[in-house]
């Protein structure tokens, strides 16, 4: 999707706060500020370009910046972590659950709202997670719509995004082969997860999914954009 006005205080809010997680230098925060403000894209000048590629300029920016081409290595491993202390939970609500990857792919949604729990502890995320559970209502028949697609599949190609989230990825890829393997005769499943080639934001790279051991469950893959884009474009 094409840059809109709304895209605009959004990627300058999530700047100011990815900034902030860098360092709390004001002087450096405005300067580097003002930097990121001279992207065309940014003061309504050019509207022919996705809000992804605008993020990547940002990224650009703030690489130099730090003289880091991963600044946010470190939140990527905080990120990881918190939710591997919540793997043994998770994997016993699956394990309880009537329908298994019914609640799994409920998890893999939910894991877009965990970029707003950084700052929270595993226990605040679980509780979190418990909540928003009650709300996040898959309709039936696309259920059933994934199931037989995924009886029917020989190879699934799973997009990871953040790290922290590639946790509940991973259950879910989990889930979709032991779910593979009770529905029928059929166990061929191939499933490819696509990571980052490039560091971007906390979007994870073959390096995080590796520190989760989603390389132990299945095969992993950069997607081959050499420069920090927070996406997949071809």
């Known amino acids: 999707m094409l840059m809109k006005p709304d895209c605009i205080p959004c990627i300058l809010k999530m700047s100011t706060s990815a900034i902030r997680i860098l360092t709390s230098d ?29 993020i990547e300029l940002v990224m650009e920016k703030i690489m130099d910046a730090m003289d880091d081409s991963d600044p946010f290595c470190a939140l990527k491993m905080q990120q990881n972590e918190k939710m591997m202390e919540l793997y043994p939970y998770l994997k016993n609500l699956l394990n309880e659950a009537p329908d298994p990857l019914y609640l799994a792919v409920q998890l893999a949604i939910l894991g877009n709202a965990i970029d707003l729990m950084i700052s929270d502890t595993p226990l605040e995320i679980e509780t979190a997670i418990g909540e928003r559970l009650q709300e996040t209502r898959i309709p039936v028949e696309r259920v059933l719509e994934f199931k037989g697609k995924l009886d029917e599949s020989e190879l699934v190609l799973y997009f990871g995004d953040n790290s922290g989230e590639i946790i509940l990825d991973k259950l879910l ?3 979709m082969k032991e779910w593979r393997m009770k529905s029928g005769e059929r166990h061929d499943l191939e499933i490819v997860f696509v990571v980052r080639s490039r560091p971007t934001l906390n979007d994870a790279t073959l390096t995080e999914a590796r520190m989760v051991g989603i390389d132990k469950i299945t095969s992993g893959v950069a997607n081959g954009i050499d420069w920090p884009l927070p996406g997949t474009i071809t």
């Not at 925060?29 to 992804?52: D, F, Q, V």
Request: charged share 30%; with cysteine; aromatic share 6%.
């Open 26 to 54: 004001e002087k450096i925060i405005r300067e580097l500020l003002c930097e990121i403000l001279k992207i065309p894209s940014l003061r309504g000048l050019y509207w022919h370009i996705t809000s992804s590629e605008v």
């Open 173 to 175: 890829i989990e889930t």
